[in-house]
């Protein structure tokens, strides 16, 4: 509650956070310059926020908008349940989902048998609000950190990210590199998805960058082998489209 107080108190929300390009962004910006002072336009951030901020900026995300009207919220993560499919994830895998915020995947998940389920974001918000979903006595572990400071206690078989990686900036990427060596056993696999080229460069007020699938290939190394790349387009809650790059990859064995 306080960091919403602070977060009001600095930021004017638009009721719906959404990736948009930034023709959109500039008409906004200018229309802030010629005076509109419209509640409607919302708080846009020109770089991406250190840790506090971005705590900051996701809590407020959360706690001011219903999970089912953000732009990524996904009615059922159908992607992802092929790709796990094709790499052929075991049910007692140890799996962890990143930036996972209140995604529906973990209920998909404990619905297929899933038995070991981890999911990370740095929202304790949008923790609360998948928690409460699936319910106390779901064998999930909730972890509220920021991914960039977070260490692992021990590898897991799969790395789930949809759309955090892209909000990263070229220094940190390294630390997610090292972290994705740290965290995925040898054998284990990697989902990611981020924007593709012709996606959306901005998302919830943040700059991103887009990736196509040799990219976040390239990204994750010669360590792992990438089995399958996908092109998606998604459709945000507004009825807008998004095109999202997946690449499902699994670790050389050693
Ligand atoms: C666009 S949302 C995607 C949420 C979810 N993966 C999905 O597909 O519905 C990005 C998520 O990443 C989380 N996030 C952003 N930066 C993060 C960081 N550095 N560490 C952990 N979580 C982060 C946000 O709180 C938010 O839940």
Same mark, same amino acid.
């Given at each position: 509650? !306080? ?38 336009? @919302? ?24 999970? *089912?009207?953000?732009?990524? &919220? ?39 048998? =899933?038995?070991?389920?981890?999911? #990370? ?15 106390? *006595?779901?064998?999930? !572990? ?22 955090? @990686?892209? =909000? #990263? ?25 981020? =924007? ?14 887009? &990736?196509?699938?040799?990219? #976040? ?26 095109? =999202? ?7 050389? #064995?050693?």
């Amino acid at each position: 509650m !306080t960091v919403l107080q602070i977060a009001g108190a600095v930021m004017r929300v638009r009721p719906r956070w959404y990736c948009h390009p930034r023709s959109e962004y500039a008409t906004l910006v200018d229309e802030h310059a010629k005076g509109d002072d419209d509640p409607k336009l @919302f708080h846009m951030i020109d770089h991406i926020p250190d840790t506090d901020e971005r705590r900051t900026h996701w809590e407020s995300v959360y706690e001011l908008n219903q999970v *089912d009207g953000v732009s990524w &919220y996904q009615q059922a993560p159908l992607v992802t349940l092929e790709l796990v499919d094709i790499l052929g994830v075991e049910k007692d895998a140890g799996v962890i989902d990143v930036g996972g915020g209140a995604s529906i995947l973990v209920d998909y998940l404990l619905s297929r048998g =899933f038995t070991d389920l981890t999911v #990370l974001d740095i929202s304790t918000s949008a923790l609360r609000v998948s928690r409460e979903r699936v319910g106390p *006595d779901a064998h999930v !572990t909730w972890v509220a950190h920021n991914l960039l400071t977070w260490e692992p206690a021990h590898p897991y078989d799969l790395w789930h990210d949809r759309a955090v @990686f892209h =909000f #990263l900036l070229p220094h940190e990427i390294k630390v997610y590199q090292d972290l994705v060596r740290r965290s995925v056993a040898p054998g284990g696999s990697v989902i990611m998805a981020t =924007f593709a080229p012709d996606g959306p460069e901005w998302c919830s007020g943040l700059p991103v960058t887009r &990736y196509n699938a040799a990219q #976040l290939g390239g990204i994750l190394g010669d360590e792992f082998t990438v089995v399958v790349q996908r092109k998606e387009v998604h459709t945000t809650p507004s009825g807008a489209l998004q095109p =999202f790059t997946w690449i499902a990859a699994s670790r050389n #064995l050693a």
